[in-house]
């Protein structure tokens, strides 16, 4: 499966604190997403990244990309409390599926 | 409002009793995709569907069917539900490719097989 892992699983720091959540995928990819998670609910769409970037910013998202690495980064700036949640990459698979990662859990405490 | 609504929100169940999940979507949409939900493992691609009478397996298929007779609806059938099957069950649908174009969620629906 090209399933993402995201590292750490979980991560909790004090509002204002920068966080930073990884992914790794194993096989090459066109696209590489992220999507957020609050409790329990459906995902959001946060940012996507192509193959060719290595760098895009959204906000107070910056997301990286090493394909070289196969990996992906998300750091969100100046946390606050309403960004407690989880965190998930997801990246084109063959054909027309779509695989997400396993997640990170992030607590910011206020 | 632009949605993916789905029903119900909550399902329990027994072992073997068929039942459906229904999906749907007031955007026009191409596809539509079901995903489960498990604890550590992340959402995994249950079924997807291109168009109207195109649908292909995903990652974990097995034990479920589903069916798009319109391009707003994508109903998930579990014919004979297994303990296995309890899990947290999400529909998405975007505007053409996924890989391209944003997903947008359903609420989810959560169901128990005992």
């Known amino acids: 499966s090209q399933q993402g892992e995201e590292d750490p699983q979980a991560l909790s720091i004090q509002e204002g604190e920068n966080a930073t959540m990884n992914c790794s995928y194993k096989?090459?990819?066109?696209?590489l997403q992220w999507y957020r998670q609050n409790s329990g609910r459906g995902l959001v769409h946060l940012i996507l990244?192509?193959?060719?970037?290595r760098e895009k910013h959204s906000g107070r998202l910056r997301v990286t990309l090493d394909t070289s690495k196969k990996s992906s980064s998300l750091l969100i700036t100046a946390s606050r409390a309403a960004d407690t949640a989880s965190y998930f990459c997801?990246?084109?698979?063959?054909?027309?599926?779509?695989?997400f990662g396993t997640g990170t859990s992030l607590t910011v405490i206020p | 409002e632009a949605q993916v609504t789905q029903n119900p929100r909550y399902l329990i169940t027994v072992t073997g009793k068929k039942l459906t999940v229904t999906c749907s979507q007031n955007?026009?949409?191409?596809?539509m995709s079901w995903y489960r939900q498990d604890p550590g493992l992340g959402l995994r691609q249950i079924y997807y569907?291109?168009?109207?009478?195109?649908?292909d397996k995903g990652d974990v298929p097995e034990g479920y069917k589903v069916s798009r007779k319109e391009k707003r609806n994508f109903p998930l059938i579990l014919e004979s539900p297994s303990p296995n099957q309890t899990s947290l069950y999400f529909c998405?649908?975007?505007?053409?490719?996924?890989?391209?174009?944003?997903?947008?969620f359903g609420p989810g629906t959560r169901l128990t097989v005992l």
């Open positions: 569907s291109m168009n109207v009478e195109v649908t």
């Open positions: 998405a649908s975007s505007r053409l490719n996924p890989n391209t174009d944003t997903q947008y």
């Open positions: 096989t090459s990819i066109n696209n």
């Open positions: 997801a990246t084109d698979a063959p054909g027309n599926q779509f695989y």
């Open positions: 990244i192509r193959s060719n970037e």
């Open positions: 955007m026009n949409h191409e596809y």
